[in-house]
Nanobody, 121 residues
Framework: QVQLVESGGGLVQPGGSLRLSCAAS????????MGWYRQTPGKQRELVAA????????NYADSVKGRFTISRDNAKNTVYLQMSSLKPEDTAVYYC??????????????WGQGTQVTVSA
C-alpha cells in the first residue's frame, strides 16, 4: 500500500507564493511519475504539473507555465510544487498524484487527500 501525504496549502493574496509538498511512503516498486492535479467544484480534475521519471522536462498546464515549478527529491520520494505569482483562478484543491509500476509491469495510480489553496485578497 502506498500513502501520499500532502502539506503546504493555505490562503495567500494574489501575487503571492506557496510551496506544496507530497511525500510518498509504502511499498513502491518503481515510480513512473509524480505530479499535481487540481480541482474546483463542478469541474474535472486537471493536470497542473508532472515529473516523469527519466523523462526530461516536466509537463505543465499552459495556465501555470512560467509561474509554477515542480521538483522532486528521489531519495525522499517527495515531490514539490513551487507556486508563484498566484492568481484567484489558481484557487482549488490540489491533489498529489503518483504512478508506479509493479514487478509484473502493471501501472498503479495513487492520490493524496488533497490540500486547499485559496488565492484571495
Amino acid at each position: 500500500q502506498v500513502q501520499l501525504v500532502e502539506s503546504g496549502g493555505g490562503l495567500v493574496q494574489p501575487g503571492g507564493s506557496l510551496r506544496l509538498s507530497c511525500a510518498a511512503s509504502g511499498s513502491i516498486f518503481s515510480i513512473k511519475s509524480m505530479g499535481w492535479y487540481r480541482q474546483t467544484p463542478g469541474k474535472q480534475r486537471e493536470l497542473v504539473a508532472a515529473h516523469i521519471t527519466g523523462g526530461g522536462r516536466p509537463n505543465y498546464a499552459d495556465s501555470v507555465k512560467g509561474r509554477f515549478t515542480i521538483s522532486r527529491d528521489n531519495a525522499k520520494n517527495t515531490v514539490y510544487l513551487q507556486m508563484s505569482s498566484l492568481k484567484p483562478e489558481d484557487t482549488a484543491v490540489y491533489y498529489c498524484n503518483l504512478e508506479a509500476v509493479s514487478g509484473l509491469m502493471k501501472t498503479y495510480t495513487y492520490w493524496g487527500q488533497g490540500t486547499q489553496v485559496t488565492v484571495s485578497a
